[in-house]
């Protein structure tokens, strides 16, 4: 049987989703996270650093991350997919939900919002 060859700009162009957080292929090329070149971040910044402009939308001060430091006092999971062990990935914000809630996750962030699960779900 003849190979089909594969014609078109594939998934070019295709909008999967909106985010302030990060980016792919912004100009053409390349990962940012909230309009820093992943890069900049990997070479200049900390985890810690790089931790708190994903939750809080800027890079921190010297006071703001000694502060962000003393008050998680562990080390931070960033994940950009959710999933559980054996579970397909989620695809909807209720998914999202119900996958955070059943699980050990501390907090998620959807869009702009970071949800805990402390207060029953209060959204911060």
Same mark, same amino acid.
């Given at each position: 049987?003849?190979?089909?060859?594969?014609?078109?700009?594939?998934?070019?162009?295709?909008?999967?989703?909106? +985010?302030?957080?990060? +980016?792919?292929?912004?100009?053409?090329?390349g990962l940012t996270y909230r309009g820093y070149a992943i890069e900049?971040?990997?070479?200049?910044?900390? =985890?810690?650093?790089?931790?708190?402009?994903?939750?809080?939308? /800027?890079?921190?001060?010297?006071?703001q991350l000694n502060e962000f430091e003393k008050n998680s006092g562990?080390?931070?999971?960033?994940?950009?997919?959710l999933n559980l062990p054996r579970e397909p990935m989620v695809n909807?914000?209720?998914?999202?939900?119900? +996958? =955070? =809630?059943?699980? /050990?996750?501390?907090?998620?962030?959807?869009?702009?919002?970071?949800? +805990?699960?402390?207060?029953?779900?209060?959204?911060?």
């Open positions: 049987m003849a190979e089909k060859k594969l014609e078109g700009a594939g998934l070019r162009g295709q909008v999967a989703g909106h +985010t302030a957080l990060s +980016t792919v292929g912004k100009a053409g090329k900049d971040l990997a070479k200049h910044k900390s =985890f810690s650093e790089v931790s708190y402009l994903l939750i809080y939308g /800027e890079l921190p001060s010297k006071k562990v080390p931070v999971l960033i994940n950009t997919s909807s914000i209720q998914d999202g939900l119900k +996958t =955070f =809630f059943s699980s /050990e996750i501390d907090y998620l962030c959807i869009g702009d919002y970071l949800i +805990t699960k402390d207060w029953l779900g209060h959204i911060i």
